[in-house]
């Protein structure tokens, strides 16, 4: 297997729409590549091997995944990687160090990687928080903690990351803890409150219906010029999702999509 070839494959399933069995891995391999079957099937054995790839039983049926077993580049600044394995970041570069739970952020969802896209574009591409305001972020249906963690690693002093599922609560605190931010990010297990500090940045991976349900309080604990990163959307979503919140003084300011679902960056305008 060459490298070319490799990264063909990589591509393939990043691109993918849906989760790929290993027989139609193995036919869109043949297809892209115009190799034979038995060729593809060959290559996708050795992805596997070398730990690129791995199985996954989803619902009955197991489909080709990215292996998180070993280093993951995700946006040009982070990496997610598992506690015990030494980094590969480069200057500049962050790791994120988790381990496969049953909570949502894994790094494997699209949302997921567009919400790191989104943070890394906030911190490093257009630097949208002035130092003055990194005080206090939240993270609104923290799951595995991933996006509480990229917040203080990007530069955010402290976090408020809050879950109602109980094992999204235990697990983002054992992440947390992996990357050593115990006395920078709290965890909650209750929804957020409608009072208290104001915060600089809020972070929600979740629905459009419940991104909706919590306008109300994201824009009572949000200053004046905060920012507002959501996921969790389908992409025909984003225009009534934006103009939703236009109603409470926010403005989209940033958009991306992948394999239909977008992010979105809306900041609070200072004169509301």
């Known amino acids: ?62 489909c080709v995944i990215a292996n998180f077993q070993k280093p993951v580049r995700i946006t ?13 970041a480069g200057p500049g570069q962050l790791d994120i160090r988790l381990t496969q739970g049953i909570s949502f952020g894994s790094g494997h969802h699209p949302t997921t990687r567009l919400s790191l896209a989104a943070i890394d574009h906030v ?24 996006l509480a963690i990229a917040l203080c690693l990007a530069g955010l002093d402290r976090c408020h990351a809050c879950d109602i599922d109980p094992n999204a609560v235990y697990e983002a605190k054992k992440h947390i803890a992996a990357n050593h931010l115990c006395s920078r990010i709290s965890v909650s297990g ?40 959501f996921s969790g959307i389908r992409e025909w979503e984003t225009t009534d999702l934006a103009a939703d919140f236009s109603g409470y003084g926010f403005v989209r300011i940033w958009e991306k999509t992948l394999k239909k679902w977008a992010a979105l960056i809306l900041t609070r305008t200072p004169a509301d």
């Open 1 to 62: 297997m060459t490298p070319s070839e490799r990264d063909a494959v990589l591509a393939i399933l990043d691109n993918a729409d849906t989760c790929l069995t290993a027989r139609a891995c193995v036919r869109a391999i043949s297809r892209q590549l115009k190799i034979p079957f038995f060729r593809a099937k060959t290559i996708l054995k050795t992805l596997v091997e070398n730990q690129d790839l791995a199985y996954q039983d989803l619902f009955g049926t197991t």
């Open 76 to 88: 040009d600044h982070f990496f997610l990687i598992p506690p015990d394995i030494p980094s590969i």
């Open 123 to 146: 911190f490093f591409t257009a630097d949208l928080v002035p130092a003055k305001d990194r005080g206090l972020g939240a993270d609104i249906g923290t799951g595995s903690g991933i």
């Open 190 to 229: 209750h929804p957020l409150p409608d009072t208290g500090p104001d915060f600089s940045i809020i972070c929600a991976n979740l629905r459009t219906p419940t991104l909706t349900e919590l306008a109300p309080v994201m824009r009572r604990r949000l200053k004046p010029g905060g920012l507002l990163i």
